[in-house]
């Protein structure tokens, strides 16, 4: 695999663990505890990513709620 190819997949794995950490903290309240980073810079850019998991998990949400292969289902 090429380097471009590892590059991509790594993105989309970051992605996907980004939205991951957004689903179980929407569902549970449950979240990283990111103030334990001692490092400013670092802090930051989790805050960024998980934010973007954020962005990822509700743009995935609103694209399968027009979608007409899925029904949203009150129990």
Do not use: C
């Not at 179980?24 to 309240?29: D, F, N, P, V």
Request: aromatic share 14%; glycine share 6%; proline share 4%.
């Amino acid at each position: 695999m090429s380097i471009l190819g590892k590059s991509f997949h790594l993105a989309i794995d970051a992605t996907l663990f980004a939205a991951l950490l957004s689903g179980i903290k929407r569902q549970t309240g449950l979240a990283p505890n990111v103030s334990l980073i001692n490092q400013p810079e670092i802090e930051n850019y989790t805050i960024k990513y998980l934010n973007y998991g954020d962005w990822v998990y509700d743009q995935t949400i609103s694209r399968m709620d027009s979608s007409p292969f899925f029904v949203r289902k009150i129990w």
